[in-house]
Nanobody, 115 residues
Framework: QVQLVESGGGLVQAGGSLRLSCAAS????????MGWYRQAPGKQRELVAT???????NYANSVKGRFTIARGNAKNTVSLQMNNLKPADTAVYYC?????????WGRGTQVTVSS
């Protein structure tokens, strides 16, 4: 069974920074992609950023230039550095691991940006 555990998040003022981390454990295909999605109240879950195991990245237009996704040194770990945060970034952030046809999700961590 694959488990994803997120850490980080919290409350920050607009213009501030936060860092999210995620570690996956269990039986995981080596060829995978990890990423972050977010869901604001009343809205659908949306992609924030993804990174493959060879380092290819993809970002939502709304976070390009402000957020950076990176793989950790430990296997199947990923971080999201979020700078210049805006109130519109307020959401629950979910870690995702996609391997073959499977998608695994963390429980989510709240990010709140005050104006």
């Amino acid at each position: 069974q694959v488990q994803l555990v997120e850490s980080g998040g919290g409350l920050v003022q607009a213009g501030g920074s936060l860092r999210l981390s995620c570690a996956a454990s269990g039986s995981i295909f080596s060829n995978n992609a990890m990423g972050w999605y977010r869901q604001a109240p009343g809205k659908q879950r949306e992609l924030v950023a993804t990174i493959t195991n060879n380092g290819s990245t993809n970002y939502a237009n709304s976070v390009k230039g402000r957020f950076t996704i990176a793989r950790g040194n430990a296997k199947n770990t990923v971080s999201l550095q979020m700078n210049n945060l805006k109130p519109a970034d307020t959401a629950v952030y979910y870690c995702n691991l996609h391997a073959w046809v499977f998608d695994y999700w963390g429980r989510g961590t709240q990010v709140t940006v005050s104006s």
